[in-house]
T-cell receptor, first 114, second 113 residues
């Protein structure tokens, strides 16, 4: 079946560095993608989303890049801070279907060292 | 404040008992979802509902039941038929128009004793 996966299960960076978290997806019909942040013991929080008619979208300190050719999604966090330490999930949706279901990857644990 | 709430935050259950987890939203969202998360794992969809009085099975519906009598509420019952119910349960809601990002509640941690 179709799946969303991540290249790196863990990522450790120094405070102030930029972080890049990657995600591979296999459903070529997916056209809506979301990044979530989940802190320990809490529910996931929306960070940023992107539709397949775009290849880049920027938010506050975060940028999402979408490469449809290789079915790859990445989340870039600029000037990473200790508060960014969390698990980051990518999720995909095929909005052409009627199910409105998101498929989630397993997540990457980001650790920011002071 | 608009948002999605879950209660209780922690729940303990004896084997063989049914237990119901609450989920309420005041975001006026049509769709609601229940996920299960195990340690170090992603989210797996249990049930979802796009309209009142209707719901669909997700990927791991066995041993669970839901109801959607009101737009704001989507309670999940973990039945005794669920063989391994200890997990973190997350409820979410979303619009069915425009950007359909799902907004999550704080979760309920269920432990079977």
């Amino acid at each position: 079946g179709e799946s969303v996966g991540l290249h790196l299960p863990t990522l450790s960076v120094q405070e102030g560095d930029n972080s890049i978290i990657n995600c591979a997806y296999s459903n070529s019909a997916s056209d809506y993608f979301i990044w979530y942040k989940q802190e320990s013991g809490k529910g996931p929080q929306f960070i940023i989303d992107i539709r397949s008619n775009m290849d880049k979208r920027q938010g506050q300190r975060v940028t999402v890049l979408l490469n449809k050719t290789v079915k790859h999604l990445s989340l870039q966090i600029a000037a990473t801070q200790p508060g960014d330490s969390a698990v980051y999930f990518c999720a995909e949706e095929d909005s052409g279907g009627s199910n409105y279901k998101l498929t989630f990857g397993k997540g990457t644990l980001l650790t920011v060292n002071p | 404040d608009g948002g999605i709430t879950q209660s209780p935050k922690y729940l303990f259950r004896k084997e063989g008992q049914n237990v119901t987890l609450s989920c309420e939203q005041n975001l006026n969202h049509d769709a609601m979802y229940w996920y299960r998360q195990d340690p170090g794992q992603g989210l797996r969809l249990i049930y979802y509902s796009q309209i009142v009085n209707d719901f669909q099975k997700g990927d791991i519906a066995e041993g669970y039941s839901v109801s959607r009598e009101k737009k704001e509420s989507f309670p999940l019952t973990v039945t005794s038929a669920q063989k391994n119910p200890t997990a973190f349960y997350l409820c979410a809601s979303s619009s069915l128009a425009g950007d359909r990002e799902q907004f999550f509640g704080p979760g309920t941690r269920l432990t079977v004793l």
